[in-house]
């Protein structure tokens, strides 16, 4: 795996007071990425279903198809 680094400009003042509270800010920086990119790939991936459903004239969305699938699983 490799790795590239990634900066931003941010308040002077807020670095200071992560720093007094022992954040971690590459940490901090690295998790909001991952957590932001994650729920892009979800829109993304109920969008494309969505245009799935609707080319394939289903009579209902597909998340309500997943989710009925998914309770499914459950109550197995």
Known sequence: MTYITVSTKVKRSLVEKAKK????????MRRALEKEVRKREVEW????????????????????????????????
């Open 21 to 28: 509270y022992g954040v971690n800010l590459s940490e901090v």
């Open 45 to 76: 991936a109920l969008s494309v279903m969505e245009e799935i459903s609707r080319k394939a004239k289903l009579d209902r969305e597909s998340k309500e198809l997943i989710r009925e699938y998914r309770d499914r699983g459950k109550s197995s």
